[in-house]
């Protein structure tokens, strides 16, 4: 009797806390990412002359902001489809590792889809390391399907993907976010 309670308790207690890390880890980047699109405002917004503080370029202080969002959501959409994270998030260990991969390649599709339209406000060479950066996660997430058993679990293809993404120096999402981070600044302060 103890060990269906206990049995019960681990099936409901480990979603519920890997579910409430994901909501905790995302609150907090969306926080993040708010606090730095208030400062670059703030800075754009100090280094007008006062000229442009009266009147200026109107469709220049109009495109500003959407430019600054548009690198918020390629940011997070990069933090979303970082394998680590998107494992975390989607993880269903009693799942074949087979119908896990799609649902995390179709996961990264709707994601790349739902954020089109962003690469208007985003220079080329951004929108190219984001779409780079997108078919690498592809890549690992294949590569560590092509070695399983056609019998594997979810829980073997996390393991394949973890240990690619440890093999990696530099993580293909989080090197995109940096440069990312810097072409936005360049754009503040030019």
Known sequence: MSDTVLYLLI????????????????T???TEVQREKNKLMALNEAKKSPEQKKGGNELSRHFF????????????????????????RLNNPGLPARAFQEKLLSNIRQEYEHNL?????????AWEMVTASK?????????????????ALANDLSKGVFEITAQLKDQPTAVAIQKLKAELNNLVQA
């Open 65 to 88: 902001p959407l430019q600054v969002d548009a690198y918020q959501r390629m940011v997070l959409f990069l933090e979303r489809i970082a394998p680590n994270n998107m494992i975390m």
């Open 28 to 30: 907090n980047k969306w």
């Open 117 to 125: 339209a962003q690469q208007i406000f985003i220079t080329p060479q």
């Open 11 to 26: 099936i409901v207690a480990i979603p519920s806390i890997v579910l409430f890390g994901a909501v905790y880890y995302f």
């Open 135 to 151: 078919e690498e996660v592809l890549k690992i997430i294949n590569m560590a399907a092509t070695k399983l058993e056609p019998t």
